[in-house]
């Protein structure tokens, strides 16, 4: 362990995460928990304004920044929603679109040569005991940056990229979380929905949008995240690989809970990684 900190030795923090743990989502209906393990799955999100997306991604980056593995590429193009965050990310990226592209570019090149390697070892996936970190990449408002900002051809650039990590990030232990408030077939065409192993709609204005999250048929058969009362912030469909909408609350961390959580893994990180 480094003993670079300032921190007197019985203010260490002792208790981390990992990416391969399950990342707690919040609760279902009948009040079990839902805690999801993520690693090796993409997820996405979406909802009207306002309906919970950006409360529940900072539980996925919560989670990101106190497991010792995890190296959290962040992308906001509100800047604010996960901003509180950046001192514990190792990239942060506000609302511009060059900077966003050559970070993607970047981590394409990191998952060309996780593949090269693996490819070497006679191996098919990054794994726990490996000595690469998982890098967890949330974007948060994937229109800003791709229909939004920037010019058509640096906005298809990122389509590109971003669909290119989607489909072969996971086994090169590269999750993708993406949260939109435009559910329209234009920001997330089925190709790339389909991409997405894990699907959580928030509050959504019609039928149909809630289908371009979930998959089409859902609401036909009562799993529409329209029926989401208005008030009901933070209560969304939860549609993981294969199974059924789960209706569920995300859990809610307020300011206060996001500065003192970032100062614990500013400390845990800190500590070399091995506290
Ligand atoms: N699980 C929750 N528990 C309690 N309150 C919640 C929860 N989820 C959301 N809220 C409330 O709803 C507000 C809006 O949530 P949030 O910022 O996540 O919306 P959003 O979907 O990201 O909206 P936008 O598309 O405008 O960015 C929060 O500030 C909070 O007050
Ligand atoms: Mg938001």
Redesign the pocket.
């Given at each position: 362990m480094s003993t670079t900190t300032a921190a007197a030795p019985d203010r260490y923090p002792v208790a981390s995460l990992s990416m391969y743990d399950p990342v707690h989502l919040?609760i279902d209906e009948y009040g079990y928990s839902v805690d999801t393990p993520i690693v090796y799955r993409q997820l996405l999100m979406g909802?009207?304004?306002?309906?919970?997306?950006?409360?529940?991604?900072?539980n996925i980056v919560a989670h990101g920044a106190l497991s010792t593995d995890c190296s959290m590429w962040l992308f906001d193009g509100?800047e604010v929603?996960l901003g509180m965050w950046r001192d514990v990310a190792d990239v942060f990226v506000g609302p511009n679109i060059t900077d966003a592209n050559k970070r993607l570019r970047q981590l394409q090149c990191e998952m060309n040569r996780r593949y090269a390697e693996l490819a070497r070892v006679n191996r098919r996936k990054v794994i726990a005991t490996d000595p690469v970190p998982v890098i967890l990449c949330v974007i948060?408002?994937v229109a800003y940056y791709s229909v939004t900002t920037g010019t058509k051809d640096q906005r298809e650039e990122f389509m590109i990229l971003l669909r290119d990590v989607i489909a072969r990030g996971r086994a090169a232990g590269i999750i993708v979380v993406a949260?939109t408030?435009r559910p329209s077939a234009d920001i997330i065409p089925t190709s790339l929905r389909d991409l997405f192993g894990y699907r959580l709609a928030?509050r959504c204005t019609t039928d149909s949008s809630s289908d371009i999250i979930l998959s089409v048929g859902w609401a036909k058969q009562g799993y529409s995240a329209k029926d989401i009362a208005p008030e009901d912030?933070?209560?969304g469909l939860l549609l993981a690989e294969g199974g059924t909408p789960r209706r569920m609350?995300?859990?809610?961390l307020s300011d206060s809970d996001i500065y003192g959580l970032v100062e614990y893994a500013r400390q845990l990180r800190r500590t070399g990684w091995s506290a």
């Open positions: 919040g909802g009207e304004p306002g309906s919970g997306k950006s409360v529940e991604l900072n509100k929603e948060d408002e949260a408030q928030f912030r933070g209560i609350k995300s859990a809610y």
